[in-house]
């Protein structure tokens, strides 16, 4: 891998993709559009985006399968793992990172600009000052779990 001159690296959930930027990235989008949830599986889509002009990947390509989203948009998937992959279109000069995919990525994105878009479609059941837990609640690790549900 050529990874010296790289701002960003990420791989999909089975190191089969792999992928890095050679730009440093713009802006971190959490995307609230109902296709982005089924997409990512997740309350709303956190997404990094970069220039297309440093985007390659480095491995895997092989093993990216996609499906056309909208007539512009296709979602692109490992076919081994299913992790979700980066949106690269042609006529696109940004490419759309899913977070989770980018390694060390607290050091990556040093200091990157972030907001929330289509916020408008954010699901209210999406509560933004929950309570937070540092790992489990308390009672609730995944054994105690279990046990509530046999209650
Ligand atoms: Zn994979
Ligand atoms: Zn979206």
């Not at 491995?59 to 979602?75: D, H, K, T, Y």
């Not at 899913?98 to 600009?113: C, S, T, Y």
């Amino acid at each position: 891998m050529h990874t010296d001159d790289a701002m960003l690296t990420g791989r999909c959930g089975c190191h089969t993709v792999t992928f890095c930027s050679t730009k440093a990235a713009i802006v971190l989008s959490h995307c609230h559009c109902s296709e982005c949830r089924r997409v990512y599986g997740t309350a709303f889509g956190s997404i990094v985006v970069v220039p297309r002009s440093g985007f390659r990947y480095l491995s895997g390509e092989l093993e990216i399968a996609c499906f056309a989203a909208s007539p512009r948009v296709n979602r692109y998937f490992c076919r081994v793992c299913g992790s979700s992959l980066p949106l690269v279109e042609e006529w696109d000069p940004l490419v759309g990172i899913p977070l989770g995919l980018v390694n060390d990525a607290d050091r990556a994105l040093e200091g990157i600009k972030s907001q929330h878009i289509f916020a408008a479609d954010a699901l209210d059941c999406v509560v933004q000052d929950a309570p937070r837990f540092a790992a489990w609640p308390p009672g609730q690790d995944g054994n105690n779990r279990a046990q509530h549900l046999r209650d």
